[in-house]
């Protein structure tokens, strides 16, 4: 009887429906020259699905539990195999990893964990015999306390060196307020006995900021840039650099300007003359590609970034997209669709943006903007997915989250490694704050939730390393790893090859114009991508619920279904008025 109910309500849907769903494969026409006509200033970069890869974390080759250049090279192939252009590579260089390597002691070697110049020779070659360009970080906002530079600088007032920081000597009392990201106790400047000056650290007490006024190292930071453009690699993503020009006149910020750090340590009064400078004696040499760490505070700061006029970086990606608080849930999808449309109507004729929504400095996508329980985890990822991938603008996708990994929310201050919760757990601390509130705060938001080990198969520490690993493994490797679903054609990871695919073949998607529809809906984001003929909806359940997205005329034209992230079991229904789709049901429609 049960049966035959469910037969009946089948059979009364299918013909109550226009269309229902068949299969959920795509059919990838092979991306051609010819399919890109019309297109105007085109470029290698705006094409490029960019992966990054938090190298500590990819794959261990020696046992130290550390990731390494060797493993990365031992995995080439999964990589290829994802079909992406391009590998973001957060900094290899010698540091002695007080941030992870955002504390560079030498610019031109490779950190000892990581391996030798040799290793990194034969990982660029290996990328590029597989058709996969390398982006290097390159992280001149500030060095390590423990670079030769610093070193001298700190020895003596009139060492040459001296300039290459910003000092202030200490007989002038107290240098202004400046507020630390990462420092102890929030304080940007350090007094140092050995000259009785201070210097100054946006970042931790390890991290001096350089003194971009002083010519002579603006010159030693091209030196450097050339240094490894010339090995070939195929370019930066800038760290920090929004905050390399500063008002060196200290003047006195307002009080509370902390909360709004990017308005006020941003766009110095030179910093766009020292990107024209680099510009001009660098990236105008090669044809590379980036990318602005940070760009401002307003879509308008951003464009002049990258309006290509102004001849300065090529690609920007901002805050605002992932500075929304714990989740999007809370933040509100009406909210988020906001701040997309809003950079896309300054950036629809020129300059151009990264899409992202995770990085190494971010929680795992998942548990941010998805749901990351075991019901929804699945669809949820591959929307996620299909949102970062059918955006106008570079995607740049974090490792791991192509498995759906999710946050691994440690319960112990002792399981991080990060030094911004350590420390900010150390001020709290000292200064008697709620520690308890904190740690179950930075279950939900730390950086090391996005930085554990990546999940390569269920052996024991996920295949990543033979050691002990330096930060946990998440414990959910068992059944989310690459090699379980590898073997899986539903799986994440497919569906994810799938998406990159379909953008890699779609000029629309690349180049098209985007245009919002229902912006007051706070469970669908609905989009189309056009340019020329090739026109495509995209349609994002943002939910744990079913829901059904009213059809204006103008998109009933979309009636083929080009992707969706259900299999054919639940599949999306569509009518003369509307599309039926499931919990974090993704539907892509021609
Ligand atoms: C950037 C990096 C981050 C680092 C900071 C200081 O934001 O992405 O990981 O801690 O700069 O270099």
Redesign the pocket.
Known sequence: MKKEIVFITAILIFISCRYSKKETTVSIKPNNDSTFANVKDRAWWKEAVVYQIYPRSFKDSDGDGVGDLKGIISKLDYLKSLGIDAIWLNPIYTSPND??G?DISDYRNIMKEFGTMEDFNALLKGMHERGIKLVMDL?V??SSDEHYWFKQSRSSRTNPYRNYYHWWPAEKGKPTYRWS??DVKSEAWKYDTLTNSYYLHY?SKK?PDLNWENPKLREEVYDIMKFWLNKGIDGFRM??FQFASKDTTWPTLPKGYENNVIKYYGNGPHLHDYLQEMNKEVYSKYNVMSVA?GAGSSPEEAMKFVDPARKELNIAYHFESVDIGKSLNDYGLVNYKKIFSRYDSVFKDKGWLAIFMA???QPRMLSKFGNDDSLYKAASSKLLSTFVLTMRGTPYYFNGDELGMSNIRFNNIEDYNDV?TRNKYENLKNTGGDLKAFLEDKKQTS?DNGRTPFQWNSTPNAGFTTGKPWLKVNPNYTTVNAATQENDSNSVLNYFKKIVALRKSSPALIYGAYKLYDINNTKVYAYTRVLNNEKFLVVLNFSNTETDFILPDELKSFTTITLTNYSSAKAVIITNNSIHLQPWQSVILK
């Open positions: 941030d992870n955002y992280v906002n500030h990201f990462f970042f991290q760290d920090a760490e990085n190494h400095d911004d950086r």
